[in-house]
C-alpha cells in the first residue's frame, strides 16, 4: 500500500510535468498569430532549443547532483524550477505584439522548463526503478502514461480558456497544480529519497559518460535520438500544420494534439498490463510499426472530419517506446540503472531538439512545408523498425514479461 502512495505520487509529479512541457506546442499558432504575438517560424522551433540542452546537460549531470546534494532536493529543487518556467510563460503571454520580448521571455522559460523536466522524469524513473524492481517495466510506462494524461489536458484546457477570452489561464493552472504537487512531495518522505547513492561517482563529461556505456546501452541511446525527430515533428508542429497548412480549425487542431497525447497515455497503460504478460522485447519492436502507419494515413488523410484517426494511431506507436526502452536497457546493464534513464532522456531531447529546430529553420526559409517533414518522418519511423529489431534481436538477450520475475 505505500508502494502504491508513492508511484501515485510520482504519476502526478509526471502529470504536470506533462501538463506543463505541452504548453508551449499547444500554443504554437497563437504565438505565431502575428495579430496576437508575432514570432517567426525560425523562432518559434529555436523555441525548443535551450529547454533541450538544459534536459541534456541536466542528464549528463544527474548522478552528480544526485551525489553532491542528495536524491530528495535534487527531486524537490525540480518542481521550483518548473513553476518558476511556468511563471516566465506567463509573463509573456502577456505582453502582446512584441515578438522580441516575447520570443525572449519564452526562452528563458523553455531553459527552466528543461532543467525541471529532467530533474522531475531522471528522479521520478530512478524511483520507481528502485521501488518496484521486479515490475520495473509495469512501473515505468504507468509513470510515463500519466505524463501522457497530463500532455492531453493541456490542449484540451489551453482551448477551452481559449473560448472564454482568456488563454494564460491554462497557463496560470499549470503553474498552480506544479506547486500543489510540489507541496505534497515535499510533506512527504521515502527511503528511496533520501537514501545516499553507492558506488564511485562518475565523470560529468559526457563524451566521457557516452564512452563508457556498453556498447547495447549506446545504441538504445542513439535509437532514441532518431525517434525524438519523429516525435518532434507530431508533438510540436502539429498545431500549426493543421491551422496554417491544412487550413482546419484551432479547435480541430487542439483536439488532434489530444488525441494524440490520449492515445499515447491509453496505450501506455495498456502497456502496463500488457508487460505482466507480453515480452518487453516485442513490444518495443511493434512501436514503430505502428507509428508509421499512423504518418502514412496523416498524409494520406485530406478530410478535417477524419484527421483524428491518424493521429490516435501515431500516439498508439509513440506510446511505449520510450518508457520500455528504459526498463530493456537497465535490465541489460543492472549496474548502470542510475544514470541510464537520465542518459536516454537526453538522448530523447536531443531528437527533440533536431527535429523541432531543424524544422522551424527549414520551413522559416521555404525549403520544405510540414507536409513534406511528415514525409521525413515515415522514413525515420521505417529505419527504428530496423534498429529496434537489430538492438533487441533473439539470442543475445531475453528478457521476460514481468510477471515471469
Excluded at 354 to 366: K, P, Y
Aim: charge should be positive.
Amino acid at each position: 500500500m505505500k508502494n502504491m502512495i508513492r508511484l501515485m505520487l510520482y504519476g502526478a509529479t509526471s502529470l504536470v510535468l506533462g501538463f506543463a512541457v505541452i504548453l508551449l506546442p499547444s500554443a504554437g499558432y497563437l504565438f505565431r498569430d502575428p495579430r496576437l504575438y508575432g514570432i517567426t517560424d525560425g523562432q518559434y522551433g529555436m523555441l525548443f532549443l535551450p529547454m533541450v540542452m538544459a534536459t541534456i546537460g541536466t542528464g549528463f549531470g544527474f548522478e552528480a547532483l544526485v551525489s553532491a546534494f542528495g536524491r530528495r532536493r535534487v527531486y524537490l529543487a525540480g518542481f521550483v524550477i518548473t513553476v518558476a518556467a511556468l511563471a516566465l510563460m506567463l509573463a509573456a503571454s502577456f505582453v502582446g505584439t512584441r515578438p522580441a520580448e516575447v520570443f525572449w521571455l519564452l526562452m528563458a522559460a523553455q531553459t527552466l522548463l528543461g532543467f525541471g523536466f529532467a530533474l522531475l522524469m531522471s528522479s521520478v524513473s530512478v524511483f520507481s526503478i528502485e521501488l518496484l524492481p521486479s515490475h520495473r517495466t509495469t512501473a515505468l510506462t504507468a509513470i510515463h502514461a500519466s505524463f501522457g494524461i497530463g500532455a492531453l489536458l493541456s490542449p484540451l484546457a489551453l482551448d477551452a480558456w481559449s473560448r472564454a477570452h482568456f488563454w494564460q489561464g491554462v497557463v496560470a493552472m499549470g503553474l498552480v497544480g506544479t506547486a500543489g504537487v510540489g507541496v505534497a512531495a515535499a510533506l512527504s518522505r521515502s527511503e528511496l529519497e533520501t537514501s545516499v547513492p553507492t558506488g564511485p561517482a562518475r565523470s560529468i563529461n559526457p563524451l566521457k559518460i557516452f564512452s563508457d556505456l556498453p556498447g547495447r546501452a549506446k545504441g538504445f541511446v542513439l535509437a532514441l535520438v532518431l525517434y525524438g525527430t519523429v516525435e518532434a515533428g507530431v508533438s510540436n508542429w502539429s498545431t500549426i500544420y493543421l491551422t496554417q497548412e491544412r487550413g482546419y480549425s484551432a479547435t480541430t487542431a487542439a483536439v488532434c494534439l489530444s488525441v494524440f497525447w490520449g492515445f499515447l497515455a491509453g496505450g501506455r497503460v495498456a502497456a502496463t498490463f500488457l508487460s505482466m504478460r507480453v515480452s518487453s522485447q516485442l513490444l518495443f519492436r511493434t512501436a514503430p510499426f505502428v507509428a508509421m502507419a499512423g504518418l502514412i494515413l496523416l498524409r494520406s488523410t485530406r478530410a478535417e472530419a477524419d484527421i483524428f484517426f491518424p493521429y490516435a494511431v501515431i500516439g498508439l506507436g509513440c506510446s511505449y517506446t520510450f518508457p520500455v526502452s528504459v526498463s530493456l536497457t537497465t535490465r541489460y546493464h543492472e549496474a548502470d540503472r542510475l544514470i541510464l534513464p537520465s542518459f536516454m532522456l537526453a538522448g530523447l531531447m536531443t531528437g527533440v531538439g533536431i527535429g523541432s529546430t531543424a524544422i522551424g529553420f527549414l520551413r522559416g526559409v521555404n525549403v520544405f512545408t510540414l507536409d513534406q517533414a511528415f514525409t521525413g518522418a515515415i522514413a525515420a519511423a521505417a529505419g527504428l523498425c530496423v534498429i529496434f529489431y537489430v538492438l533487441t534481436r533473439p539470442g543475445r538477450h531475453r528478457v521476460l514479461a514481468d510477471s515471469d520475475f
